[in-house]
């Protein structure tokens, strides 16, 4: 499976700023997805990182708050802007590196965690 | 050890002991399913997969068992040991479909 490193590993950051997390993968990946786990909860699918074109968002994520990136097939980028508290969490990247339509094995980086204050 | 009914959030086994993990799915038309192990600290591991036409699968130490009848999902994991403490995440997807739905979670604490 691919290796996946994310940028920072942990952060704490003021309200009212922003935070970009980057996710590199050692090769190249067929989809990138950006997951959101809340303390002591389960992970949230945020979006999906589309290379080249918008980031295809869940219900109850926008863009104006999570902008996400993916300019090639082994980087992303996911900025959580304006933070309050709330998005206090733990961010994860994870890819997809099989044909598109077969079943969605997919592995994750270690995470970013995020305290805001 | 054994958690019982849907899931637990916790389960406590001894060293040595076999585990049982269990889920149940929502989705009578997921048809994939995968096992996440997370440590403290760290992002959610691949264990096994096992796809709708099976209904068990071995790996080392673990196994996986699929009802689609009741739409239960289960994880063995034998001889447990103190490196098995974590936290257990079963995924459910429908071959084809990008997004992957995960369980709440199971917390397996080993006793010495």
């Known amino acids: 499976s691919a290796v996946i490193s994310q940028k920072p590993s942990r952060d704490i950051c003021q309200r009212g700023t922003s935070l970009t997390i980057q996710c590199q993968v050692d090769?190249?990946?067929?989809?990138m997805f950006w997951y959101r786990q809340q303390p002591g909860q389960s992970l949230t699918l945020i979006a999906t990182a589309n290379q080249g074109s918008e980031a295809t968002y869940e219900s109850g994520f926008v863009i104006d708050k999570f902008p996400i990136s993916r300019p090639n097939l082994t980087f992303s980028t996911l900025t959580v802007s304006n933070m309050s508290p709330e998005d206090s969490s733990i961010y994860l990247c994870s890819v997809y590196q099989g044909a598109k339509g077969s079943y969605n094995e997919q592995f994750f980086g270690p995470g970013t965690r995020l305290t805001v204050l | 050890g054994e958690s019982v009914g849907l899931h637990l959030p916790t389960l406590s086994v001894q060293e040595g002991d076999n585990s049982i993990i269990n889920c149940a799915y929502s989705n009578s038309a997921s048809d994939y399913f995968i096992w996440y192990k997370q440590e403290s600290g760290k992002g959610p591991q691949f264990i096994i997969d096992i796809r709708s036409n099976m209904d068990k699968r071995q790996g080392q130490r673990v196994t996986v068992l699929l009802n689609k009848t009741v739409k239960h999902l289960s994880l063995q994991i034998a001889a447990t040991q103190p490196g098995d403490s974590a936290v257990y995440f079963c995924?459910?997807?429908?071959?084809?479909?990008?997004?992957?739905?995960f369980g709440a979670g199971t917390t397996v604490t080993v006793r010495a």
């Open positions: 090769s190249q990946v067929t989809m």
């Open positions: 995924a459910e997807n429908i071959k084809g479909d990008y997004k992957l739905s």
